[in-house]
């Protein structure tokens, strides 16, 4: 069984800050790429960030300059650092991560609210 554990998530105000972190746990052999999405209230799940095992790196146009996204394999952990948030950043931030465990699973995390006031 492979799991992801979701922390960081919370009450911030516009222009504020936070870092998410994402834990995966079980039998993994390897993870290839992890990445967060969000989902925001009547909207459909967008990416937000993605980075490969090698730390290549990719963000949605929004969050560019703002959100910074880091892994460390060692620690089977994935983070995401939200400088200058805004009130459209409001979300539920899911993790996720494609993992070689007994067999190649797409693992999603149960997800963390971001809630930015305005």
């Known amino acids: 069984q492979v799991q992801l554990v979701e922390s960081g998530g919370g009450l911030v105000q516009a222009g504020g800050s936070l870092r998410l972190s994402c834990a995966a746990s079980?039998?993994?052999?390897?993870?290839?790429?992890m990445g967060w999405y969000r989902q925001a209230p009547g909207k459909q799940r967008e990416l937000v960030a993605a980075?490969?095992?090698?730390?290549?790196?990719k963000y949605a146009d929004s969050v560019k300059g703002r959100f910074t996204i880091a892994r460390d394999n060692a620690k089977n952990t994935v983070y995401l650092q939200m400088n200058s948030l805004k009130f459209e950043d409001t979300a539920v931030y899911y993790c996720?991560?494609?993992?070689?465990?007994?067999?190649?699973?797409?693992?999603w995390g149960q997800g963390t609210l971001v809630t930015v006031s305005s």
């Open positions: 996720n991560a494609h993992i070689l465990s007994m067999r190649y699973l797409e693992v």
């Open positions: 980075i490969t095992s090698g730390g290549s790196t």
């Open positions: 079980g039998t993994i052999f390897s993870i290839n790429a």
